[in-house]
């Protein structure tokens, strides 16, 4: 066992369902150790497929892109607006629902996200127009924020000792299979054009699965809330949802429109607002209240560090598969469920990576990140290398993918292990809704920065709009690989300071 994981069994062990106690009702001993074997089964079969349909749905629509920005005649930067609305409400709401879980009870929360989820899919799946999606894409985001923070205290309440290993491992089983079914489902739900539906199936499967888990988690569930609930700090997620937007919208929104002045302004203003945010989460500490971001956590080496290097990986990773995606549709002209299996070899690597990297001895694992981190920049750099010219990459392109995902693999989840390993037990559930709220702020940057990058070359002066040519498209792919490949490089960078504590 490693020492990254040695150092959270503690923490993951410190609560049992035993002691777990809510407004004077006890939750009931692990199946282990009750006999309802069965039970538990089902509660961990609920809360695995609420959170692969919320990753899932956060994939799944970068398949569907090139059909819905032509079906509703959008803008790129409406197309982006469709990908990112969704997880910037996600991001902005994940620690604010692990709050307001402590405070009216995990399952009370859970059905209330898990509802939103499903009533916002039907929304977008039948929307008439850009406006009415993005608006239902950032409900989903926010149903995902309540539901999907849940999920850990969840498995954390109901299984103990060997059971809750597995349900973990389980659990990053399925984060790592989401990304391929994302896109692989996306692709055939698209092709498939279900009663001449289009692009729409996407979102409207959502609603029959999301009600029939709302059905089994009422009934499997455990009620009741945890003894002790921290208050909310609404001024906190205020500043931290404006500076975050003062930073999306105008990389979005700029390169379609020029860079117009506004632009220009709501980016000097980040800095600034960002500034009010730690004046606020300060001001929320000092009247004995507990701030979004408690100072500290960031004090923790392990999880500042972790964290860059986390955001770093993650921006890379969902701007170049927006880019990616565009480019095989629109500029290759492949077709959705074509464009969605090509993405095979890249999840193969993921969970590859995600599985296996525990085996490998505990001092191998901060240099094994730093190399996976450098292995990705070279699955970015070689993809677009290969594909420069507006071929199609032959054989070396899934190659080239797998790469990029064992970079990914070996990288996200052993980071996610460290940034936590040596955080104290009574900030742990702070840190890890950082920790969870990092990755999701990173996709949004992401896209909207190399996927600006992307567009604003593919979608120059001389090239159809909506359909670049197959040249045109590979270059801006390929010229989106450079930065892409920089940040991955700079997440290895990030990890230094580490290395240096640690020889």
């Not at 819905?68 to 409400?89: C, E, F, N, P």
């Not at 405070?103 to 859970?110: A, Q």
């Not at 205020?238 to 500076?243: E, I, N, Q, S, Y």
């Amino acid at each position: 066992m490693s020492e990254m994981t040695r150092d959270r069994l503690p923490e993951s062990g410190r609560i049992s369902a035993a002691e777990s106690v809510d407004g004077g009702t006890t939750y009931r001993k692990p199946a282990a150790t009750d006999g309802k074997r069965p039970r538990h089964t089902g509660i961990l079969l609920v809360i695995l497929g609420a959170v692969f349909m919320a990753l899932l749905d956060a994939t799944v629509v970068n398949v569907a892109t090139p059909t819905i920005r032509t079906d509703l005649d959008t803008t790129g930067s409406a197309l982006q607006l469709i990908v990112s609305g969704y997880t910037i409400s996600y991001a902005a709401l994940l620690i604010t629902g692990a709050r307001l879980g402590a405070r009216h009870g995990f399952r009370t929360v859970f059905l209330a996200g898990l509802a939103t989820f499903t009533l916002a899919s039907s929304g977008c799946g039948l929307a008439p127009g850009a406006g009415v999606l993005i608006a239902a894409r950032a409900v989903q985001g926010i149903g995902a924020g309540l539901m999907v923070p849940q999920i850990y205290s969840l498995i954390q309440l109901t299984f103990e000792g060997p059971a809750r290993a597995r349900a973990l491992s389980l659990y990053a089983t399925v984060i790592a299979v989401a990304v391929v079914v994302g896109q692989v489902a996306g692709g055939l739900l698209v092709s498939a054009d279900l009663f001449g539906t289009g692009w729409r199936p996407v979102f409207l499967i959502n609603v029959p699965v999301g009600l029939a888990l709302l059905a089994a988690a009422v009934r499997l569930l455990p009620a009741g809330a945890p003894p002790s609930a921290k208050g909310l700090d609404l001024p906190g997620l205020v500043t931290l949802t404006a500076t975050l937007l003062l930073l999306v919208v105008p990389l979005v929104l700029g390169h379609e429109q020029h860079r117009p002045l506004w632009t220009t302004l709501c980016l000097s203003a980040v800095v600034p607002m960002g500034g009010v945010f730690v004046l606020v989460e300060r001001g929320v500490a000092r009247r004995g209240g507990a701030p979004l971001v408690p100072g500290r956590v960031l004090r923790s080496k392990d999880l500042v560090c972790g964290a860059a290097a986390l955001f770093f990986g993650m921006a890379g990773y969902a701007g170049f598969l927006f880019s990616f995606s565009q480019h095989l549709q629109s500029g290759l002209g492949e077709s959705a469920t074509r464009a969605g299996l090509a993405f095979a070899p890249l999840a193969l690597g993921i969970a590859t990576g995600s599985l296996t990297w525990q085996k490998l001895p505990a001092r191998w694992h901060l240099p094994m990140i730093a190399a996976a981190c450098a292995l990705t920049a070279v699955g970015y750099l070689g993809i677009g290398w290969t594909l420069r010219t507006g071929g199609h990459g032959g054989l070396v392109l899934p190659a080239l993918q797998l790469l990029w995902g064992l970079g990914l693999g070996y990288t996200t989840s052993p980071l996610l292990t460290l940034a936590l390993s040596r955080i104290d037990p009574a900030d742990a559930s702070d840190a890890s809704g950082v920790l969870t709220t990092v990755p999701q702020l990173a996709q949004v940057v992401g896209v909207a920065a190399y996927g600006s990058v992307f567009l604003s070359l593919a979608d120059r002066p001389g090239t159809a709009a909506g359909a670049p040519s197959a040249v045109a498209s590979a270059q801006a792919l390929y010229a989106t690989a450079l930065p892409a490949a920089a940040g991955a490089l700079l997440g290895a960078l990030a990890l230094l300071p580490l290395l240096r504590a640690r020889r």
